[in-house]
């Protein structure tokens, strides 16, 4: 029996990067990404590392990915100038006075 030529694309597909993933849609086909971690993935750089740059625990950058935490406006510009974006194009002003990722 042939292999089938498809199992080395999906090897192959496994092990590229998060950036290729993104282009090949395996983000986007998860549940409602936000644009944070969009804008995060597209620069290849884990929650772990992205954390620590902004000396926020892991946990709580995570909440704030998923859209589970609100920020500040001084956190939510933090984080947007951290990834070179315009607030209002990673969150969303809440009726709280907290920013959330949308």
Same mark, same amino acid.
């Given at each position: 029996?042939? @292999? #089938? @030529?498809?199992?080395?694309?999906?090897?192959?597909?496994?092990?590229?990067?998060?950036?290729?993933?993104?282009?090949?849609?395996? $983000?986007?086909?998860?549940?409602? @990404?936000?644009?944070?971690?969009?804008?995060?993935?597209?620069?290849?750089?884990?929650?772990?590392?992205?954390?620590?740059?902004?000396?926020?625990?892991?946990?709580? %950058?995570?909440?704030?990915?998923?859209?589970?935490?609100?920020?500040?406006?001084?956190?939510?510009?933090?984080?947007?100038?951290?990834?070179?974006? @315009?607030?209002?194009?990673?969150?969303? %002003?809440? #009726?709280?006075? $907290?920013? $959330?990722?949308?």
């Amino acid at each position: 029996m042939n @292999p #089938d @030529p498809n199992n080395k694309l999906v090897a192959k597909n496994r092990s590229e990067s998060w950036k290729k993933a993104l282009v090949k849609g395996r $983000l986007q086909s998860q549940m409602n @990404p936000t644009k944070l971690k969009v804008v995060r993935c597209e620069k290849e750089i884990s929650q772990e590392k992205t954390a620590a740059r902004l000396k926020l625990s892991a946990s709580t %950058y995570h909440a704030i990915e998923r859209g589970r935490r609100g920020v500040s406006k001084s956190r939510a510009e933090l984080i947007s100038s951290f990834f070179k974006k @315009p607030v209002k194009s990673i969150f969303e %002003y809440q #009726d709280t006075g $907290l920013f $959330l990722a949308v």
